[in-house]
C-alpha cells in the first residue's frame, strides 16, 4: 500500500482555501470530516468556492462505507480516461478505447461512453464505486442498469450543456443509490477524479494509522 507525503505547495493552498471557504461558507466548519474532505478537495481541483453550494452530499455514514469498501479493495470504475488518470492512488478500470466499447455502442445504439462503462461493470461486479466526470449517457446507463451493477457509491459529477443537469437530478432521485453529485452543470474529470482521490486518501491513511507508519513516500507531480 503505498503511502503519501503532502507538499509544501498543497498545504498552502489548502491553507488559502480553507481560510476563503470559512469566510464565503462559514457553515462550512460544521460539516463533517469526509464530507468536508471531498469538498475541499473538489475546491481544490478546481478552486470554485462555489461547490460549497453546489455539491449534494450523502450522509456521513455512507462516505465512510465508501472508504472501507476501498480499504478492502473494492473495484473502481471511471467513465472517460481522463477520469482514470486522474486517480492517483488506485488503477480504475475505463474501457473508453476498447474497440468492444464502439462495438456495442453501435449494436445497442448508444453513446461509446455508455457502452464502456457497461464493459467495466462487467469487470469490476457489484460493490464497485463509479466515478464519472464527463459523459452524462454513461451517468444515465448507470442508473438505468443499477440493479445489475449495484454501485456501492457513484460519484457523478458530469459536466456540459446536454444531459449533465438531468443526470446528476435522475441520480440524486434514486434513493436506492448512493451517491456524490452536483446541482449545476459544472463538473468535469478533474474534480470526480478530485472527489473519488479524497476517499482515497482517507483510505490511505487509515491504513497508516493501523500499520503505524509515520512518514510516508506517495510521489505526483501534482495533487489533485
Known amino acids: ?69 476501498l480499504r478492502g479493495g473494492a473495484a473502481i470504475v471511471a467513465d472517460v480516461a481522463m477520469v482514470a488518470a486522474g486517480i492517483t492512488a488506485r488503477p480504475a478500470l475505463c474501457r473508453i478505447s476498447d474497440p468492444r466499447a464502439a462495438q456495442l455502442a453501435g449494436a445497442a445504439g448508444r453513446t461509446r ?30 442508473i438505468e442498469h443499477a440493479e445489475e451493477f449495484q454501485p456501492r457509491l457513484v460519484i457523478g459529477l458530469p459536466v456540459g450543456f446536454v444531459g449533465a443537469v438531468e443526470s446528476k437530478r435522475a441520480l440524486r432521485e434514486r434513493a436506492d443509490l448512493p451517491s456524490v453529485s452536483n446541482v449545476s452543470g459544472k463538473g468535469g474529470s478533474a474534480v470526480a477524479a478530485a472527489a473519488l482521490n479524497a476517499l482515497l486518501y482517507q483510505e490511505i491513511m487509515l491504513y497508516q494509522d493501523t500499520a503505524g507508519i509515520d512518514t510516508v513516500d506517495f510521489d505526483q507531480e501534482a495533487v489533485r
Open 113 to 142: 461512453s455508455a457502452a464502456a462503462l457497461r464493459l467495466a461493470a462487467a469487470e469490476a461486479g457489484p460493490g464497485a464505486v463509479y466515478v464519472i466526470g464527463c459523459a452524462p449517457t454513461a451517468l444515465f446507463e448507470l
Open 1 to 69: 500500500m503505498p503511502v503519501r507525503a503532502v507538499h509544501a505547495i498543497e498545504q498552502e493552498s489548502y491553507a488559502i482555501l480553507r481560510a476563503q471557504l470559512a469566510e464565503r461558507y462559514p457553515s462550512v466548519g460544521a460539516w463533517p470530516p469526509l464530507a468536508r474532505a471531498v469538498l475541499e478537495r473538489v475546491v481544490h481541483a478546481s478552486a470554485d468556492l462555489e461547490y460549497a453550494a453546489d455539491l449534494v452530499l450523502p450522509d456521513e455514514g455512507v462516505l465512510a462505507g465508501a472508504v472501507e469498501a
